[in-house]
């Protein structure tokens, strides 16, 4: 079960991440997220930076540590990262690797309420997702190459693999499911795209739907 942070947010952690080997100011904490590409990782809304800094401060995750001006600009508040934030950063880290966490997914949300599609239109637009999931597929695998050709370490790219093994499990399912109701093997499509000839209204859908789940298993 995860554990209720004092700030539960993963910009928080983020921030957390960049703050482990120097003191920095929030102009320079956002720059270095922008330049390791965490908004890529985690849910990054930069309006949120100064506000989630100021939480991680007062819950004892950052403290002052001095300030600088660069000539007219205003005086930027240089933070660094504490012990209790250390350790903060770690903990959470392990419970981010070893504790699964049911996680909203805009693709599930559409799969929810498929019925109010036909399903030949349903082929088609999955036709198109895994056209795009091939490309985006491709082009994350270019910039695993220009990284491992950089020669850095594999550690610095782990959370891409998993993306592109994430993104490929998805095509895969998709081209099944597509595949499926092109060939009519996925059960009662035919019954499916009669729904949409016929133009029953989605209510009527709905209740025949539930109606099936009421009734009682065959003994």
Same mark, same amino acid.
């Given at each position: ?12 952690? $983020? ?30 809304? =930069?309006? &949120? @930076?100064?506000?989630?800094?100021? &939480? ?6 950052? *403290? ?35 504790? #699964? ?22 082929? *088609?637009? @999955? ?8 490309? @985006? ?10 990284? @491992? ?26 081209? &099944? ?9 996925? #059960?009662?499509?035919? =019954? ?10 989605? $209510?009527?859908?709905? $209740? ?6 009421? *009734?009682?298993?065959?003994?």
């Amino acid at each position: 079960m995860a554990t209720k942070r004092k700030v539960n947010n993963l910009l928080a952690l $983020a921030v957390l991440s960049v703050m482990i080997d120097r003191p920095k100011h929030r102009y320079e904490i956002a720059q270095t997220l922008r330049d390791r590409g965490k908004e890529h990782d985690m849910d990054i809304k =930069w309006g &949120s @930076l100064y506000t989630v800094v100021q &939480s991680l401060e007062k819950a004892g995750f950052l *403290e002052i540590v001095g300030s600088e001006r660069d000539g007219a600009r205003p005086e930027r508040v240089i933070y660094q990262l504490t012990s209790a934030g250390r350790t903060e950063l770690t903990d959470w880290t392990r419970e981010l690797v070893a504790v #699964p966490e049911p996680e909203q997914h805009r693709f599930v949300a559409g799969l929810s309420i498929l019925s109010v599609l036909p399903p030949d239109d349903v082929i *088609e637009l @999955l036709g198109q997702r895994i056209e795009a999931l091939r490309h @985006l597929i491709d082009a994350v695998r270019r910039e695993i190459d220009k990284v @491992l050709a950089m020669k850095l370490p594999r550690l610095f790219i782990i959370e891409s693999e998993f993306g592109v093994a994430m993104l490929e499990a998805e095509m895969a399912w998709a081209r &099944s499911f597509r595949d499926q109701l092109a060939d009519g093997t996925f #059960p009662e499509v035919d =019954w499916w795209r009669q729904v949409h000839a016929d133009n029953v209204p989605p $209510a009527e859908v709905i $209740a025949a739907v539930e109606g099936r789940l009421a *009734e009682p298993e065959p003994s």
